[in-house]
């Protein structure tokens, strides 16, 4: 498994940003040990309830938490997610996982959250998480059809949305905006970022061939 080649240990409190249906808790619960912690943040409420009824109630270390906040794509709330108060404690986490979740979030949105996840994070603690990289390859391969996404329209040369609605079903970015909000919260890159084939491209690794690009960071 990759988080644990990306350096997660047993002993780690780890938090999973956008946990969804408990896709990485449930295989964690064999892997952690019983005095880590797991905390699990999710917009929809009903996963946050299944993986609540069904992993917190046996590994009670795990624990699911909803916060209601807006996102175009997945859940209608009036709560921005720029005025959302995580609800984990500061320097709690060794290693935080957001897979598949700033594919989802406008800029303001992902700004929002890596500022804020600086602060629950401890100082040396490890950062996963995925984006969609645009960059001249990527363009090119979305150009001629080769992508699983298209992500072509763009009205900042920061986010790339598949039209000018900017729904979040996907939202893809230059590398230079994800390098500078992660540099601004002291977030160092770890190793080169693992570029994944959802566009087409060879990926760098073994990974599925619709893999995401892989980020990991190192909280300085
Ligand atoms: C593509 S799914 C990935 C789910 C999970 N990370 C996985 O790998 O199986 C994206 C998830 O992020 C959640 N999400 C979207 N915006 C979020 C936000 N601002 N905070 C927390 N979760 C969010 C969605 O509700 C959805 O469950």
């Known amino acids: 498994m990759d988080l644990i080649y990306s350096g997660l240990k047993p002993d780690h409190n780890v938090l999973d940003v956008g946990s969804g249906i408990g896709r990485v808790a449930l295989p964690l619960t064999q892997y952690l040990n019983p005095t880590s912690h797991y905390i699990g943040i999710e917009i929809i409420f009903d996963p946050v309830s299944w993986c609540y009824e069904n992993i917190h109630t046996r590994y009670p270390n795990f624990e699911f938490k909803h916060v209601n906040a807006e996102n175009?794509?997945?859940?209608?709330?009036?709560?921005?997610?720029?005025k959302l108060d995580l609800p984990v404690e500061e320097n709690y986490a060794d290693f935080i996982f957001m897979n598949s979740v700033f594919t989802h979030l406008h800029p303001e949105d992902s700004q929002y959250y890596v500022r804020e996840l600086s602060k629950k994070i401890k100082i040396g603690?490890?950062?996963?998480?995925?984006?969609?990289?645009i960059d001249d390859e990527s363009t090119a391969l979305m150009e001629e059809g080769m992508s699983r996404y298209d992500m072509l329209w763009t009205s900042d040369?920061?986010?790339?949305?598949?039209?000018?609605?900017?729904?979040?079903?996907?939202?893809?970015y230059r590398l230079s905006f994800i390098e500078s909000i992660m540099a601004e919260n002291g977030f160092v890159l770890e190793r080169p970022v693992d570029m994944g084939g959802w566009c087409g491209r060879k990926p760098r690794s073994n990974t599925k061939s619709i893999a995401q690009d892989v980020f990991l960071f190192r909280k300085s």
């Open 157 to 172: 040369e920061i986010a790339y949305y598949p039209t000018s609605e900017k729904s979040t079903v996907c939202v893809g």
């Open 125 to 133: 603690g490890l950062f996963w998480c995925t984006w969609f990289i």
């Open 72 to 82: 175009p794509y997945y859940n209608d709330s009036k709560i921005k997610q720029t």
